[in-house]
């Protein structure tokens, strides 16, 4: 069990250290300081408009549709009621694409606020699992000394109710993942139905509570460190520019302990005596580790802007009740910015951000003009698999055809459909000329062309579909005939 002494990471060592691995390659786990202050408390109000927000989505409905839903195995996707098929692949990709810059040009201006604010993981994290361990294990000391005790029916009763607590919300959290990828119907049914008929659905559920379980009791900020790729491009995407939780060093340093500081106030030692240089100068930062005990993440925000560093804002809270104790200005740990803090300068706009900026309206813009020219049909007209041309009396021939049309819109669409090129008969065989909001219907007919409309093997077919007399789009396919 590390104290944080153990773990303390210097300035010289920080870089090639994690605070949570021990020399042996071992774990440090992390036990941090119950958070308080203005920050922590409206991280909490925040977070519960969100988990609000998370555990209502499923059920939210625009228009007849999900809110969200992303069911990778059915190929369905609705994004803010707005049902994508595998047809409007491009427009997911391009909608990615444009999701991805925005993100980069968002955390260049304001660095991790996301993780610190917003974040699932962070928000189930600290204010979810780690309220409850503090509620039954009580503060970081607390959890020391039960873990270090031998295990009475106290710690046992303690252990096991935390846990199965975990594992409860690990199980809510899973059917709320589920409800989101298939959709509340169908979780719907998977809760209600008997469970021999959904044993891959219930065997998804049991792994995802596992795994969700096994984050939060156990994972908890390696998944930060080591598993979240947004995490790990942050030294990519911030620069001196960024906005980040940062420690003001010009403010801060020199460091010094209160009892070092006043025997050298009141001369009862030479900075020498106590290792300080003699050029030494102190500034706000008492060194009292507050700062740094209250981070989830292990570590000492006093070393630079790091990548562990969630901007969970703890550190902030810790250091201004330390700066109000010492009758200091709050903010020695503050959003700022390095060119904020040594320059004095706040420099938002500059050529990253504009560069950022550009590649993302143009992006933005091109993703307008293609959702506004998507079609509200989309009409699929294949010959039909394994068959030939049919020979007719009068030296005519016909070929069999397999028409899908999916209607984008969410009212019921009326079509019809025009054989345009070359002139020939289109007979229905029981086709559909009416498709349901956001639906598909399927049916058959043949095209009879004359051997004088031919064009050797394949002859090029256009069709117009049109719907309340509008042509609303045009298809193509061929036609088989005889190769003289
Ligand atoms: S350094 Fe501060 S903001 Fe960053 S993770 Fe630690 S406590 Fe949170
Ligand atoms: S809490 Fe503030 S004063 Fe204390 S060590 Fe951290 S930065 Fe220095």
Redesign the pocket.
Known sequence: MASIDDRRITKDTYRDHLATVNEKGGRNWIYPKKPSGRYYKARNIFALFLLAFFFAGPFIEINGQPLLMINILEREFVIFGVRFWPQDLHLLVFGMLTFIIAVVLFTAIFGRLFCGWACPQTIFMEIVFRRIEYWIEGDASSQIRLNKAPWTTEKILKKASKHAIFYGMAFLISNLFLAYVIGKDAWFELVTDPPSQHLGGLSAMIIFSGVFYGVFAFMREQVCHFVCPYGRMQSVMLDNNSINVM?DYVR?ED?ARVGDRKKVEAGKATLADLGFSEDTSFG?????????KVCPMGIDI?NGTQLECVHCTA?ID??DH??DKIDKPRG??RYSSENAIREKERKIVNPRVIGYSSVLLVLMTTFVVLMSMRSDLETTILREPGTLYQELPGDRFSNIYDIKVINKTFDEVDYELELVSPQGALVSLGNVTSVEGQSISEGRFMVQLSREDLNGLQTELIFQVKSNGEVVETVRTGFLGPAN
């Not at 008492?286 to 700062?291: M, W």
């Open positions: 420690y801060g460091r706000d930062c008492i060194d009292c580790y507050q700062c740094v006093r550190c810790a250091c330390v700066m020695l740990i």
